[in-house]
């Protein structure tokens, strides 16, 4: 089938960009097509504002990448576990950053009433995040605040999942650090939240193994 005649546009952005990348990098899609090594990996938001390796001035191949709608990690999603697996035993990343962002749609709906949404199924994950932090979060004065506020809870909930999570428990936690950061969308700069994550827990049931 012949491509949608609307999308002709993107099929020209693209032919350009690889135009330009060979021009300044000659080789470069040989070499990548060769291995993939990257050294991160990126667990962020799906938000089309909040591209990976653009907001860190990265190529291709230096990011391992997985996005979801509000950058959660679930003990019960196996989409993410298989990313972070591979990204950990496979490609032997050593730092995992988690990265929400201000504004996220995520969490301002959970902060609202559900609407009866498949996504509000999701999000159930960080409505349990506010129910815990309720205390904290009413402390801000404005709905804003009060999301800003559980945007950085929730990233700093998730790096614990992280720490928790099965892969990490099983080898390799010694040699990984897991980073938890937020991107405002207003001012296009990154903020490290990694120092608070010790305030925090994790609130589903340890991974963790005791004697």
């Known amino acids: 089938m012949a491509p949608m005649p609307e999308l002709d546009h993107l099929l020209a952005n693209n032919r350009a960009w690889a135009t330009r990348m060979e021009q300044a990098h000659p080789g470069f899609f040989q070499a990548l097509a060769a291995q993939q090594r990257p050294q991160y990996l990126w667990i962020g938001c799906a938000d089309s504002r909040v591209p990976a390796n653009e907001i860190i001035g990265l ?6 990448v997985h996005r979801n709608v509000a950058n ?15 990204a950990v035993n496979v490609l032997r990343v050593k730092e995992i950053i988690v990265c929400g962002h201000y504004g996220c749609g995520g969490v301002s709906a959970a902060l609202a009433p559900s609407e009866g949404r498949v996504v509000d199924h999701w999000i159930r994950h960080v409505r349990d995040i506010a129910k815990f932090y309720k205390d904290q979060i009413e ?21 614990v999942h992280v720490r928790e999570s099965p892969v990490l428990q099983s080898g390799r936690a010694g040699e990984i650090r897991v980073h938890g950061w937020i991107y405002d969308v207003g001012d296009g700069l990154l903020r490290d939240l990694t120092p608070m994550v010790d305030e925090v827990r994790a609130l589903e049931p340890s991974c963790r193994l005791r004697a």
């Open 59 to 64: 190529p291709p191949g230096e990011v391992f």
């Open 72 to 86: 959660l990690v679930v003990h019960s999603d196996l989409n993410c576990l298989a990313v972070l697996d591979f």
């Open 139 to 159: 402390l801000e004065t404005t709905p804003d605040a009060q999301s800003r506020r559980l945007c950085e809870l929730n990233v700093a909930v998730q790096v």
